[in-house]
């Protein structure tokens, strides 16, 4: 008799073999998992620290600014000009009142860079702009239209807008004033004719 010889077949590895070759699979996904949950723990930390403290300088910020400007305010807000100057004029008296004043730029041939005035040469009318800003913002720094008249030697003088209006003011009541402040220039230099320079 022939007898069929049976088929042999190579012995499955247990469970524990199973285990252990799947084992190495497994140790290469975890130290993925274990650097990126603390470096995105450690970015998302950073992130909170920088925002709290950009939100408490900007905060500070605020409070800063808040003072200056009541401070301002406390001291009748005055002219932000970074040179000595005089009133000579104040339109908030006159007649028909109007939230202009004419001021005389009363800086002394000994400040940094300065020209002593050329009194041949005609006075110079300054008029700060007026669109919003505070008084005097034509003249804050050294570097403008006020400092380059007086490093040129002319005699210069500031026209200067007060943020509020005078009750019941008109542009006709504005318009006196400004030729109230070029005549009174003018007298005040023999008769010639001012140059006005606007903004």
């Not at 008029?127 to 002319?154: C, N, Q, T, W």
């Amino acid at each position: 008799m022939i007898k069929r010889a049976k088929a042999v077949h190579a012995p499955r590895p247990s469970n524990a073999a199973d285990e252990r070759s799947a084992a190495p699979i497994a140790n290469q996904a975890n130290p993925a998992v274990a650097v990126l949950l603390p470096d995105f723990t450690s970015q998302a930390w950073r992130y909170q620290v920088d925002f709290w403290q950009r939100s408490v300088l900007f905060l500070d910020l605020l409070r800063e600014r808040t003072n200056n400007m009541l401070t301002h305010e406390q001291a009748g807000l005055p002219p932000l000009l970074n040179f000595a100057y005089e009133t000579v004029l104040d339109a908030r008296r006159f007649e028909s009142p109007a939230n202009y004043a004419l001021l005389r730029i009363a800086e002394t041939c000994d400040a940094p860079g300065q020209v002593c005035p050329d009194e041949g040469k005609p006075p110079v009318i300054i008029l700060d702009p007026r669109a919003g800003h505070g008084p005097g913002i034509g003249g804050f720094k050294r570097d403008s239209e006020v400092g380059m008249a007086l490093h040129e030697g002319y005699p210069v003088y500031f026209v200067v807008v007060f943020p509020e209006p005078c009750p019941g003011q008109t542009l006709a009541d504005v318009l006196h004033a400004l030729r109230r402040f070029v005549e009174e220039v003018r007298q005040r230099h023999g008769c010639q004719a001012p140059v006005l320079y606007g903004n």
